[in-house]
């Protein structure tokens, strides 16, 4: 069993689509504790606020199986980028779901540890929130140490999710 991190995103039927991103992973997913919600602005694009949690667990499955599956839930979900008239893109993603941690994993290709937890709130606040005791593979730096200077203005907890409650096995 290898325990991951992995970062949730939708905004587009953002509750719908990381209802059905908790109901899948929970088939591979072993003691999953999900985050809390949060929404924020798009980052390098325009479009909709975004939902963002954190989900940690142990899985079963390979490196490569995960990036597979993960692929094939936003797909299942209609995981797109649009592109307005001028060719600027517009983030529009049903469900974006990034590998943030894989056990002890340090790989470039694909990027694990994932950058989002060193540069972007909307991962390292939930995963400090799941879990606050958790050092980043090869770092030797907490997920506390790291959130530390963070600015989190950009982040709004939406309170009326529960994705724990949805979760449950």
């Known amino acids: 069993m290898t325990r991951i991190a992995l970062a949730l995103g939708s905004n587009m039927h953002r509750q719908v689509s990381l209802t059905h991103a908790v109901l899948k992973l929970n088939e591979v997913l072993h003691n999953p504790v999900y985050s809390s919600v949060y929404e924020t602005v798009p980052l390098h694009a325009k479009g909709p606020e975004f939902y963002n949690a954190v989900v940690i667990g142990e899985t079963d499955l390979t490196l490569a199986e995960l990036i597979s599956l993960t692929k094939k839930i936003e797909r299942d979900m209609g995981r797109t ?10 983030s529009i993603r ?3 779901i990034d590998i943030l941690l894989y056990g002890d994993t340090v790989s470039e290709e694909p990027d694990v540890p994932r950058e989002d937890i060193y540069k972007y709130p909307f991962a390292t606040i939930p995963l400090l929130e799941v879990d606050a005791g958790l050092v980043i593979p090869d770092t030797g730096k907490s997920i506390t ?3 530390s200077g963070m600015n989190t203005s950009g982040l709004k907890l939406i309170a009326e999710t529960n994705l724990n409650v949805i979760g449950r096995k």
């Open 81 to 90: 980028d649009w592109y307005d008239a001028s060719g600027n893109r517009i």
């Open 145 to 147: 140490e790291i959130a």
């Open 94 to 96: 049903c469900l974006d």
